[in-house]
């Protein structure tokens, strides 16, 4: 079944993995700007990182017929110096008018510090001002539940982003309902020890049934699967769900939200 | 009550026997993990004079929510191993996550932030 893989680090994978996602059923990605496993050295490594996001991996998902899309930001992970992180703030206008950029993400917090905070609050006024999508990425393991509140109320606080307008990505059981009860959307990441198993995700889907939910794969260096979304729709299948609803999880919705940009196409 | 709380689609397709036919020996699986590795941390020496592992500890609590007898165990685990407090913290220490909340660190309980 067609699909769409709307959050994975393509930049830490291989040309092979595109192919072998293509022959999933893989249409369309969407990669958000994340933390490469180091800090940069330098706001200079983050221009390059964004041409890269904007022109060459568009390029390399073409030759398998994906169509890439991009989010640009600085990371929580390297955004606890707060002089560091604005001056790559600054460089992010200036690829606003790319082609494949969506918005801006992968944002959020990492280990919810003050610092962390005070970059997420001027990336949502950038989102706010240049009226763009927001992806929101949530902190890891015992820090999601205290980091997603904080995120939340971060997005009030901002005052102009429509709830509509942003999906707040890596939820779980303890953190989905707060989400959704804001009229946001929200990502489960599909990862075989952390975050959701397909197995886990169907059981949400379920419950919530499937609305302004999607699955991703966050597909990146770490121990992470690209073909995490159609073995999702595997397990969906497998448990007697509809070809409507495995669609609507894996392909409608994520078209429905991202479709919001102007500038998603499939 | 939320649009989501009609109770349309709580249930699975498939029935319960269908649902055990599934899943059990992958779980039976983990079960017997989960019982190697109470074993293996048993078994093995402790470090310095360290008696206990918040995270060990952590997990071994979070066990009881499972024979609790009642819903939503998944959730109630993962808020189990859930930092409790509500304010940022004064700076992050490291980038990763352990897994488990290791309580308020000494500067906080002495009034400072974490």
Same mark, same amino acid.
Do not use: C
């Given at each position: 079944?067609?699909?769409?893989?709307?959050?994975?680090?393509?930049?830490?994978?291989?040309?092979?993995?595109?192919?072998?996602m293509r022959l999933a059923g893989c249409v369309a990605i969407t990669e958000p700007a994340f933390w490469a496993g180091y800090d940069r050295s330098s706001a200079q490594g983050f221009y390059d990182y964004f041409k890269l996001l904007t022109e060459f991996e568009p390029r390399r998902a073409a030759q398998y017929g994906i169509r890439h899309h991009t989010w640009l930001c600085i990371n929580p992970k390297e955004a606890e110096d707060p002089v560091f992180a604005r001056e790559v703030l600054a460089l992010i206008p200036s690829f606003l008018d790319r082609e494949n950029v969506l918005g801006i993400g992968e944002i959020g917090l990492n280990k919810n510090s003050r610092n962390e905070l005070t970059i997420l609050e001027e990336h949502l006024q950038l989102?706010?001002?240049?009226?763009?999508?927001?992806?929101?990425?949530?902190?890891?393991?015992?820090?999601?539940?205290?980091?997603?509140?904080?995120?939340?109320d971060a997005i009030k606080n901002q005052g102009s982003l429509d709830p509509g307008r942003v999906l707040i990505d890596h939820v779980e059981e303890h953190t989905v309902r707060h989400v959704l009860d804001r009229g946001y959307w929200a990502g489960m990441t599909l990862y075989p020890d952390t975050k959701c198993t397909p197995q886990r995700a169907a059981d949400i889907i379920e419950e919530f049934h499937g609305e302004r939910l999607w699955i991703n794969s966050a597909g990146d260096w770490g121990h992470s699967d690209p073909l995490a979304v159609p073995k999702c729709q595997i397990e969906l299948r497998g448990r007697g769900h509809t070809e409507d609803l495995i669609r609507k999880i894996s392909f409608d919705n994520p078209v429905k939200f991202l479709g919001q940009s102007g500038r998603f196409r499939v | 009550m939320s649009p989501y709380d009609c109770g349309l689609m709580a249930t699975p397709p498939i029935d319960r026997t269908a649902v055990v036919d599934r899943?059990?020996?992958?779980?039976? &699986?983990?079960? +017997?993990? #989960?019982?190697?590795?109470?074993? @293996?941390?048993? !078994?093995?020496?402790?470090?310095? /004079?360290?008696?206990?592992?918040?995270?060990?500890?952590?997990?071994?609590? &979070?066990?009881? +929510?499972? #024979?609790?007898?009642?819903?939503? @165990?998944?959730? !109630?685990?993962?808020?189990?191993? /859930?930092?409790?407090?509500s304010e940022p913290i004064a700076k992050a220490p490291m980038k990763?996550?352990?897994?488990?909340?290791?309580?308020?660190?000494?500067?906080?309980?002495?009034g400072g932030a974490r």
């Open positions: 079944m067609t699909y769409i893989d709307p959050h994975i680090h393509m930049v830490s994978r291989t040309t092979d993995d595109y192919e072998r989102a706010a001002t240049h009226n763009l999508l927001v992806l929101v990425h949530t902190p890891h393991l015992e820090d999601k539940l205290k980091g997603t509140r904080l995120i939340l | 899943y059990f020996m992958e779980h039976r &699986a983990k079960l +017997i993990d #989960l019982a190697a590795y109470l074993d @293996r941390v048993e !078994r093995a020496t402790p470090r310095g /004079s360290a008696s206990h592992d918040f995270r060990h500890d952590a997990l071994v609590q &979070a066990i009881a +929510i499972l #024979l609790d007898g009642k819903p939503q @165990r998944a959730r !109630r685990v993962l808020e189990h191993f /859930s930092d409790p407090t990763g996550a352990t897994g488990a909340y290791p309580g308020p660190p000494k500067d906080a309980a002495k």
